[in-house]
């Protein structure tokens, strides 16, 4: 099969097209064709040597975490999907071989049917992103009615769908982000917008409940201002925990709790997800699509920051 590789850890000229075996289906897999790919930064950490490099078994690999496409096979005749069913998913990558490809392998509980309101390339770019923005903001904070919750990079992947679930579950949404997407932002549920080039917002956004930190300690120490954000008792979920080593720690000293937090392929969350999407609750952004062949000027575009939503890869034109 057709497939976007490395052949070893480098930048984004790494990636590049080359003929891979098919995958084998086992077990309980199901085998997808990939209509489009959703791009994340892991993807790009791990294609650099970062991330989860250190797990690739082989070169050359194929990475990419989430998909959307068309069932090949299915593990027995009478399985819930079956060749043909339109579904979306979230592989683990690099352990097996990624969505950059024209077919993926993955367990049954990794993927479900795709939103009927979507379009492949929309619904590739949710699994990985909204998956990790309901565990961060509805499983690890239980966010709720009236919490005052901080979400720093609210205009990206993750962010637009956190910031939609928080305010879906009744929280005051403040969220971080540029000027040039404060009407996004409020578009998607959030009371409030702060521009980060204007403002510090540990300054104007005091006494949160919970933070939802999609940044970390890597541009101008969001992780540790946050703490001045929270209130005494207060939470903060951070994801790129391996930028803030110390936030347990520092955390603590100040009375705050404070948690990590790593997605994994959850098909039965995915489909609560899929209904919130088809019943118009929450929406997805795509912000560039690329053909497979120029995955490294998708992975550049995603390096250089300030992407609303998601970029996606398109793998094959969509099926009739």
């Given at each position: 099969?057709?497939?976007?590789v490395?052949?070893?850890?480098?930048?984004?000229?790494?990636?590049?097209?080359?003929e891979?075996?098919?995958?084998?289906?086992?077990s309980?897999?199901?085998?997808?064709?990939?209509?489009?790919?959703?791009?994340?930064?892991?993807?790009?950490?791990t294609?650099?040597?970062?991330?989860?490099?250190?797990?690739?078994?082989?070169?050359?690999?194929?990475?990419?975490?989430?998909?959307?496409?068309v069932?090949e096979s299915?593990?027995?005749?009478?399985?819930?999907?079956?060749?043909?069913?339109?579904?979306?998913?979230?592989?683990?990558?690099?352990?097996?071989g990624?969505?950059?490809?024209?077919?993926?392998?993955?367990?049954?509980?990794?993927?479900?049917?795709?939103?009927?309101?979507?379009?492949?390339?929309?619904?590739?770019?949710?699994?990985?992103?909204?998956?990790?923005?309901?565990?961060?903001?509805?499983?690890?904070?239980?966010?709720?009615?009236?919490?005052?919750?901080?979400?720093?990079?609210g205009?990206?992947?993750?962010?637009?769908?956190?910031?939609q679930?928080?305010?879906?579950?009744?929280?005051?949404?403040?969220?971080?982000?540029?000027?040039?997407?404060?009407?996004f932002?409020?578009e998607?549920?959030?009371?409030?917008?702060?521009?980060?080039?204007?403002?510090?917002?540990?300054e104007?956004?005091?006494?949160?409940?919970?933070?939802?930190?999609?940044?970390?300690?890597?541009?101008?120490?969001?992780?540790?201002?946050s703490?001045?954000?929270?209130r005494e008792?207060?939470?903060?979920?951070?994801?790129?925990?391996?930028?803030?080593?110390?936030?347990?720690?520092?955390?603590?000293?100040?009375?705050?709790?404070?948690?990590?937090?790593?997605v994994?392929?959850?098909?039965?969350?995915?489909?609560?997800?899929?209904?919130?999407?088809?019943?118009?609750?929450?929406?997805?952004?795509?912000?560039?699509?690329?053909?497979?062949?120029?995955?490294?000027?998708?992975?550049?575009?995603l390096?250089?920051?300030?992407?609303?939503?998601k970029v996606?890869?398109?793998?094959?034109?969509?099926?009739?």
């Open positions: 099969m057709r497939a976007l490395i052949d070893r850890t480098g930048e984004a000229d790494e990636l590049h097209i080359a891979v075996p098919d995958p084998i289906r086992i309980d897999e199901v085998v997808v064709r990939v209509v489009a790919a959703g791009v994340n930064p892991i993807d790009a950490k294609r650099s040597g970062r991330g989860v490099a250190k797990a690739i078994p082989s070169f050359p690999a194929v990475l990419g975490g989430d998909f959307a496409g069932v299915v593990p027995y005749s009478a399985h819930p999907l079956q060749p043909g069913d339109r579904v979306y998913g979230m592989g683990r990558v690099p352990r097996l990624g969505s950059y490809a024209e077919l993926i392998s993955v367990s049954s509980m990794s993927l479900t049917r795709m939103p009927s309101t979507l379009s492949f390339a929309e619904a590739a770019a949710v699994p990985l992103a909204a998956l990790t923005a309901w565990g961060a903001v509805v499983d690890t904070a239980r966010v709720h009615d009236g919490q005052r919750v901080l979400i720093h990079a205009a990206g992947g993750v962010g637009h769908f956190a910031v679930f928080a305010a879906y579950f009744g929280a005051v949404v403040t969220a971080t982000g540029s000027a040039r997407n404060a009407d932002l409020r998607l549920g959030a009371r409030r917008v702060i521009d980060y080039t204007a403002e510090r917002f540990e104007v956004a005091t006494d949160q409940d919970v933070v939802i930190d999609l940044i970390g300690n890597v541009a101008d120490d969001t992780g540790t201002r703490l001045d954000a929270l008792g207060g939470l903060i979920v951070t994801v790129p925990t391996g930028s803030w080593p110390t936030m347990a720690e520092e955390a603590a000293a100040r009375g705050i709790r404070s948690t990590g937090y790593t994994a392929p959850d098909a039965r969350t995915l489909s609560v997800i899929t209904r919130l999407i088809d019943d118009g609750a929450v929406r997805v952004h795509v912000d560039r699509e690329f053909p497979l062949e120029e995955g490294a000027e998708a992975h550049r575009l390096e250089a920051g300030h992407v609303r939503g996606v890869l398109r793998v094959i034109p969509d099926p009739a």
